[in-house]
């Protein structure tokens, strides 16, 4: 409640009288203090003749001026400090109260003189203005000393020194007792003027039938940025937004002619240093007794309001954006470990098609290995503050694993209180592919080329000073084998690695089949038979397809122990659709039926860097190679490796 304007009274009393005193906002305030000539528009004002003290402790000069002031009002005023102790109370509270002066000088808590069902409700009001909120009003029990409870109207306010709150003030309304129905119309009448000229939340306007207008109270002055003076009499339309204008205009004329028009809308008004505010109205009309029609409204300033809901909804539109295109996936959980949001790129990720299909299940669905154990383990972390980085595999909707980065955090209310966690997955798929990959070639380069340093160490020590000249030969011979073959494998790792980044174009498969088949003629003495392989076959591929046919034929031959007069390799293909199929097949031992799929297996060591580059350059190419008899049934007659290709149509 304001002090800035006197205390709206009723008209029957005489003798008046006023005081000025220095109110809580700086401005000096005039008060009407008044005699009542023959009845008392409050019960519990003193009769003419009885002498009530006011009851006052521990306040300061400038309080004592005030209570002054407010011993002579009609109202009961009463005061609290921060700990809601009763300070003061008027003559006329201590009538409507009925308070015992020795239970007022031990300390009267405010919950002694309200119902216990309302204690929580004054609590908060009166907490609420101590942290800078608008005065308020209340509808209270109030409880008299006697020990009855009356109903009351209960305007509160802050008392301040400087800018600290010391106290509160509260002018209290009794609406329990009238003595007659002309001082109930009165004081309800006194009520409401009261609660209008002193709302602290809405303005309120009252408009005649010439668009003048005829009453605004301080709210509306204070969001209008203009003195009564500036206002009043004046036509409502000047004060508002040029897109507010014509709607405003419009329900006011229709209203006036009793059309139905919406009674709540909201509009733009200009104050007088030109900032316009945003306004929520609700709009009646009534019928005087003069017969003229007007129009009244309540205003309340929604402009902070539509500012916080515009720059919350730009948050959130924010963090929606970003949730929704982050490359890794994401997952709030809650207190029980069930997921309470899931983005899009976790459904990509785990092969779902709609993130409403995670939605409430358990973390445990989507992590392999977890127990209901872990959750609960993980989320006394979290509760803990506790932060961490971890690799999980994820399960994915088909049954398959999806290897995965997973960094987890906390996820706290506003008031810091922990309520669930966030997880953000990182497929790593391809990461682990490349670690295992390094760790394979290492593996092979090491393994490789360290038979082949053997080789050449064997070769040094026949190379003594006085050793025979053929010696010394066949020394050399190790030596060169050994470092030429070390060279060939690390070039073969060089094009394994530099085939990645090669796009796929046409390359006539027949031809780099008949030039490999040629150099391996003149390298190991062995023919190949291409009558299976068509002419003209053109595939997509790269410049390392002659690489991939090349570790074939090699292979086909190097692991054959018959002489090589004996050795058959051929080649052939076949066509389905637009794939086509090349077949290097030979007539070695062979592979049994359970170490067939281990051939091409990155973790084995089976054929070495050829075999490995094989299996990268086929996987480019179409598929993993496929590795069969040569006749089916019958391992011992030799082997078969295919591999696909796209057809070049």
Same mark, same amino acid.
């Given at each position: 409640m304001r002090l800035s304007r006197a205390l709206?009274?009723?008209?029957?009393?005489?003798?008046?009288?006023?005081?000025?005193?220095?109110?809580?906002?700086?401005?000096?305030? /005039?008060?009407?203090?008044?005699?009542?000539?023959?009845?008392?528009?409050?019960?519990?004002?003193?009769?003419?003749?009885?002498?009530?003290?006011?009851?006052?402790?521990?306040?300061?000069?400038?309080?004592?001026?005030?209570?002054?002031?407010?011993?002579?009002?009609?109202?009961?005023?009463?005061?609290?400090?921060?700990?809601?102790?009763?300070?003061?109370?008027?003559?006329?509270?201590?009538?409507?109260?009925?308070?015992?002066?020795?239970?007022?000088?031990?300390?009267?808590?405010?919950?002694?003189?309200?119902?216990?069902?309302?204690?929580?409700?004054?609590?908060?009001?009166?907490?609420?203005?101590?942290?800078?909120?608008?005065?308020?009003?209340?509808?209270?029990?109030?409880? /008299?000393?006697?020990?009855?409870?009356?109903?009351?109207?209960?305007?509160?306010?802050?008392?301040?020194?400087?800018?600290?709150?010391?106290?509160?003030?509260?002018?209290?309304?009794?609406?329990?007792?009238?003595?007659?129905?002309?001082?109930?119309?009165?004081?309800?009448?006194?009520?409401?003027?009261?609660?209008?000229?002193?709302?602290?939340?809405?303005?309120?306007?009252?408009?005649?039938?010439?668009?003048?207008?005829?009453?605004?109270?301080?709210?509306?002055?204070?969001?209008?940025?203009?003195?009564?003076?500036?206002?009043?009499?004046?036509?409502?339309?000047?004060?508002?937004?040029?897109?507010?204008?014509?709607?405003?205009?419009? /329900?006011?004329?229709?209203?006036?002619?009793?059309?139905?028009?919406?009674?709540?809308?909201?509009?733009?008004?200009?104050?007088?240093?030109?900032?316009?505010?945003n306004i929520r109205m609700n709009v009646g009309a009534i019928q005087g007794g003069d017969g003229r029609v007007r129009t009244v409204a309540q205003l309340l300033d929604i402009t902070d309001e539509k500012e916080g809901a515009r720059a919350l909804e730009e948050s959130e539109y924010r963090y929606r954006n970003l949730v929704e295109n982050m490359d890794s996936g994401l997952s709030v959980d809650n207190f029980e470990g069930r997921m309470t949001l899931v983005n899009d790129a976790l459904c990509r990720m785990l092969g779902y098609d709609s993130p409403d299909e995670l939605i409430g299940q358990k973390i445990t669905t989507v992590l392999h290995g977890w127990t209901q154990n872990h959750v609960n383990e993980k989320v006394r972390d979290r509760q803990a503050g506790k932060i961490e980085q971890y690799e999980a595999q994820l399960i994915h909707k088909s049954g398959g694993m999806v290897p995965a980065m997973v960094t987890a955090s906390p996820l706290l209310d506003h008031n810091d209180e922990y309520i669930g966690s966030m997880a953000v997955f990182t497929n790593i798929s391809e990461l682990k592919k490349t670690e295992a990959e390094v760790h394979f070639l290492l593996d092979l380069l090491l393994h490789d080329i360290g038979n082949q340093l053997q080789l050449i160490l064997a070769g040094g020590d026949f190379l003594e000073r006085n050793a025979p000249p053929d010696q010394i030969v066949r020394s050399k011979r190790y030596i060169m084998d050994g470092a030429l073959r070390c060279m060939e494998l690390i070039q073969k790792v060089r094009r394994a690695e530099e085939s990645k980044s090669e796009p796929l174009s046409p390359n006539l498969l027949s031809l780099v089949a008949r030039a490999e088949s040629e150099l391996l003629f003149k390298q190991r003495g062995v023919r190949v038979d291409l009558s299976g392989l068509g002419d003209n076959i053109t595939v997509y591929a790269d410049q390392a397809l002659s690489q991939l046919i090349w570790n074939l034929l090699e292979n086909a031959v190097i692991h054959n122990p018959k002489a090589d007069s004996e050795k058959m390799v051929a080649i052939s293909g076949s066509i389905t659709g637009n794939t086509f199929t090349l077949s290097v097949s030979d007539n070695g031992p062979g592979i049994p039926d359970g170490k067939k799929s281990e051939l091409f297996n990155p973790t084995r060591r089976y054929g070495g860097v050829g075999l490995h580059l094989v299996r990268r350059l086929a996987e480019k190419y179409g598929g993993t190679p496929t590795v069969r008899d040569r006749v089916e049934g019958h391992p011992e007659e030799g082997l078969r490796i295919d591999v696909q290709f796209e057809l070049v149509r």
């Amino acid at each position: 409640m304001r002090l800035s304007r006197a205390l709206l009274l009723p008209l029957s009393y005489s003798a008046k009288k006023y005081t000025s005193y220095k109110g809580i906002s700086g401005e000096f305030v /005039r008060f009407r203090l008044l005699e009542t000539s023959r009845t008392a528009a409050f019960p519990h004002r003193p009769r003419s003749g009885t002498m009530i003290k006011p009851y006052e402790r521990n306040s300061s000069p400038e309080r004592k001026e005030f209570h002054k002031v407010a011993d002579s009002m009609q109202i009961p005023v009463v005061e609290f400090n921060l700990e809601l102790i009763l300070q003061y109370a008027n003559p006329a509270a201590v009538v409507l109260l009925k308070l015992d002066e020795s239970k007022f000088a031990l300390g009267m808590h405010v919950d002694n003189l309200v119902v216990p069902e309302q204690h929580a409700l004054v609590h908060d009001g009166l907490n609420f203005l101590q942290g800078a909120a608008e005065p308020t009003s209340l509808s209270l029990r109030v409880v /008299r000393g006697d020990g009855v409870s009356i109903p009351c109207q209960c305007f509160a306010d802050r008392i301040t020194n400087g800018s600290k709150v010391i106290g509160y003030i509260v002018y209290v309304v009794d609406l329990s007792r009238r003595e007659s129905s002309e001082e109930k119309i009165l004081s309800r009448k006194e009520t409401l003027e009261f609660m209008v000229e002193y709302s602290s939340f809405s303005g309120i306007i009252i408009v005649d039938d010439a668009y003048k207008l005829e009453y605004v109270n301080d709210k509306l002055c204070d969001i209008i940025g203009r003195r009564r003076s500036e206002i009043l009499g004046h036509d409502f339309r000047e004060f508002l937004h040029a897109d507010s204008l014509d709607i405003v205009s419009e /329900r006011y004329n229709k209203r006036r002619q009793s059309e139905e028009v919406p009674s709540a809308y909201e509009i733009k008004v200009v104050r007088k240093d030109e900032e316009v505010r945003n306004i929520r109205m609700n709009v009646g009309a009534i019928q005087g007794g003069d017969g003229r029609v007007r129009t009244v409204a309540q205003l309340l300033d929604i402009t902070d309001e539509k500012e916080g809901a515009r720059a919350l909804e730009e948050s959130e539109y924010r963090y929606r954006n970003l949730v929704e295109n982050m490359d890794s996936g994401l997952s709030v959980d809650n207190f029980e470990g069930r997921m309470t949001l899931v983005n899009d790129a976790l459904c990509r990720m785990l092969g779902y098609d709609s993130p409403d299909e995670l939605i409430g299940q358990k973390i445990t669905t989507v992590l392999h290995g977890w127990t209901q154990n872990h959750v609960n383990e993980k989320v006394r972390d979290r509760q803990a503050g506790k932060i961490e980085q971890y690799e999980a595999q994820l399960i994915h909707k088909s049954g398959g694993m999806v290897p995965a980065m997973v960094t987890a955090s906390p996820l706290l209310d506003h008031n810091d209180e922990y309520i669930g966690s966030m997880a953000v997955f990182t497929n790593i798929s391809e990461l682990k592919k490349t670690e295992a990959e390094v760790h394979f070639l290492l593996d092979l380069l090491l393994h490789d080329i360290g038979n082949q340093l053997q080789l050449i160490l064997a070769g040094g020590d026949f190379l003594e000073r006085n050793a025979p000249p053929d010696q010394i030969v066949r020394s050399k011979r190790y030596i060169m084998d050994g470092a030429l073959r070390c060279m060939e494998l690390i070039q073969k790792v060089r094009r394994a690695e530099e085939s990645k980044s090669e796009p796929l174009s046409p390359n006539l498969l027949s031809l780099v089949a008949r030039a490999e088949s040629e150099l391996l003629f003149k390298q190991r003495g062995v023919r190949v038979d291409l009558s299976g392989l068509g002419d003209n076959i053109t595939v997509y591929a790269d410049q390392a397809l002659s690489q991939l046919i090349w570790n074939l034929l090699e292979n086909a031959v190097i692991h054959n122990p018959k002489a090589d007069s004996e050795k058959m390799v051929a080649i052939s293909g076949s066509i389905t659709g637009n794939t086509f199929t090349l077949s290097v097949s030979d007539n070695g031992p062979g592979i049994p039926d359970g170490k067939k799929s281990e051939l091409f297996n990155p973790t084995r060591r089976y054929g070495g860097v050829g075999l490995h580059l094989v299996r990268r350059l086929a996987e480019k190419y179409g598929g993993t190679p496929t590795v069969r008899d040569r006749v089916e049934g019958h391992p011992e007659e030799g082997l078969r490796i295919d591999v696909q290709f796209e057809l070049v149509r």
